[in-house]
């Protein structure tokens, strides 16, 4: 199977493809953090002002088709 790279992927379109992907595969998928610090910015350019994320724990990600007891 061959996957495609696309440049002017953004990051809310890669969720949104990666939760179509999994999405009928009873997929789930468990991130564990630990200080992990994200810097986001609030406009483009390098001197933009940036919000500081801390990460520490569990993000779990789970995917379901629908039905009784879905979650999406």
């Not at 440049?7 to 992990?36: C, P, V």
């Not at 994200?38 to 520490?56: E, M, Q």
Request: hydrophobic residues 35%; negative net charge.
């Amino acid at each position: 199977m061959t996957t495609a790279v696309r440049d002017d992927l953004q990051f809310a379109d890669f969720g949104k493809e990666m939760w179509d992907f999994l999405t009928g595969r009873n997929a789930s998928i468990s991130y564990h953090f630990r200080d992990m610090e994200i810097h986001v910015p609030r406009s483009t350019g390098a001197d933009s002002p940036r919000a500081t994320w801390v990460l520490n724990g569990t993000l779990d990600v789970t995917t379901s088709d629908g039905g009784n007891g879905a979650r999406r």
